[in-house]
């Protein structure tokens, strides 16, 4: 199985701050990784898919990037509606797996 | 509208069954695999299942193969999870996902349904 990494685990952050989220494959998959952002009580929404493509409606100050093994998800500057949790997640093969997840705290 | 709705979650005894569905509207449903999706309380996002369009095969993760079945009527639109020999540990909301064309990336999910395993 394809072990997906995320760090931190947690962030505390101040609007307006450029924020990174990491994720480590345990072994190669191409750019077969998304970025899902949930808050509490929501459904997860989809941010980013094939590792740097960003989806329909979400604002431009996210944005992906990485392949192989080690990808990054940056918010170039926080809003107060992006306090939230995010995961990676890989569909290399199956089983497909997620991070841990990376919950975003206001400082 | 395009929009995923799940049913069918509730209290049920370790042992027991349930049968979720996702009813699935705005979208050419039989052209994307979709997917179940959990996360238990306290925990992050579990991929739990994963069915093709026209349901040539069925995956599964470790944790529930051999108790969920996947399946999928193309005719109603709805996607079903089988879940039998429930434990305490499948306690979680359970979301539907629509994968995106060509990759099991999920771009559309319903709200959820929560799903509680006690005695």
């Not at chain 1, 947690?10 to 191409?30: E, L, M």
């Not at chain 2, 993760?61 to 429930?86: E, P």
Request: glycine share 10%.
């Amino acid at each position: 199985d394809i072990q997906m990494t995320q760090s931190p685990s947690s962030v505390s952050s101040s609007v307006g701050d450029r924020v990174t989220i990491t994720c480590r494959a345990s072994q190669g998959i191409n750019s077969y990784l998304a970025w899902y952002q949930q808050k509490p009580g929501e459904a997860p929404e989809l941010l980013i898919y094939t590792a740097s493509n960003l989806q329909s409606g979400v604002p431009s100050r996210f944005s992906g990037s990485g392949s192989g093994t080690d990808f990054t998800l940056t918010i170039s500057s926080l809003q107060p509606e992006d306090f939230a949790t995010y995961y990676c997640q890989q569909a290399s093969g199956f089983p497909l797996t997620f991070g841990g997840g990376t919950k975003v705290e206001l400082k | 509208e395009v929009q995923l709705v799940e049913s069918g979650g509730g209290f049920v005894q370790p042992g027991g069954s349930l049968r979720l569905s996702c009813a699935a509207s705005g979208f050419t449903f039989y052209s994307y695999a979709m997917n179940w999706v959990r996360r238990a309380p306290g925990r992050g996002l579990e991929w739990v299942s994963s069915i093709p369009g026209t349901s040539e095969s069925t995956y599964y993760a470790d944790s529930v193969k051999g108790r969920f079945t996947i399946s999928r009527d193309n005719s109603k639109n709805t996607v079903f999870l089988q879940m039998n020999s429930l434990r305490a540990e499948d306690t979680a909301v359970y979301y539907c996902a629509k994968a995106t064309s060509g990759y099991y990336l999920f771009d559309l999910w319903g709200r959820g349904t929560l799903v509680t395993v006690s005695s």
